[in-house]
């Protein structure tokens, strides 16, 4: 493919993902509008059929903002501030997340997230959100009854902090969501390495100290 064929189709994308979604947001409208005040009323399987449709329009939203936000990660114009920031402080609320909807998948999981580590230099809004998406990744991968480890540990040499979650063997299918966390990541000096049964996130590192267990 030519580099100016390849420039059109990416304006083409560009615009796609900037008109798709106010057209979702016109969708969503009338089908909240015959949940919420019918006119009339609806029997359970148009109820059904009502709340498919809004959950598929809401799940498309979701993917189109992704590939977005991806897009504007690959031309540099979502700026990122790395900040040194705890470990602990850093996975708490993903793995707050990452609980509960492990519970909701029938996963058992346990978290070991010592305090006593160096900071990673991460930007403290961005960074959340794909750990966020890591986890829900491998809660994807981990079938009912297994058990999810999340386990993270200084590198030996101490410039890094890593990571690790031993999830299910379930295939890693690619992903706008698992696209956008990898590339996070990476845009922070951090690297991600998806094996069969475990993901490895390293992250940039400073000195820190004290410890924090979790376990379920």
Not at 11 to 23: G, H, S, T, V, Y
Not at 77 to 89: F, I, K, L, W
Not at 185 to 202: C, H, K, P, V
Request: no cysteine; charged share 25%; aromatic share 2%.
């Amino acid at each position: 493919m030519t580099t100016d064929r390849s420039g059109t189709y990416l304006r083409l994308l560009e615009d796609l993902l900037r008109i798709l979604p106010a057209k979702l947001e016109e969708s969503q409208l009338p089908i909240h509008i015959l949940l919420d005040s019918p006119f009339g009323e609806l029997n359970e399987n148009q109820e059904e059929l009502l709340g498919a449709a809004r959950n598929a329009i809401e799940s498309a939203d979701i993917e189109v903002r992704r590939l977005r936000k991806l897009l504007d990660l690959e031309r540099g114009a979502v700026s990122m501030a790395q900040q040194p920031t705890g470990v602990a402080e850093l996975m708490r609320a993903p793995l707050a997340i990452a609980a509960a909807r492990a519970e909701k998948a029938g996963v058992s999981y346990r978290w070991n997230v010592p305090v006593a580590l160096p900071r990673v230099l991460a930007d403290p809004t961005h960074m959340p959100e794909a750990l966020t998406s890591q986890l829900g990744i491998a809660i994807g991968r981990t079938a009912p009854g297994e058990t999810l480890l999340v386990e993270v540990r200084e590198v030996a040499d101490g410039t890094r902090v890593a990571i690790s979650l031993s999830h299910g063997g379930g295939p890693n299918s690619l992903t706008a969501d698992g696209l956008l966390a990898q590339r996070t990541i990476e845009l922070q000096g951090g690297t991600i390495a998806d094996g069969a049964r475990a993901t490895i996130i390293e992250l940039p590192a400073e000195r820190l100290s004290a410890a924090w267990n979790i376990t379920r």
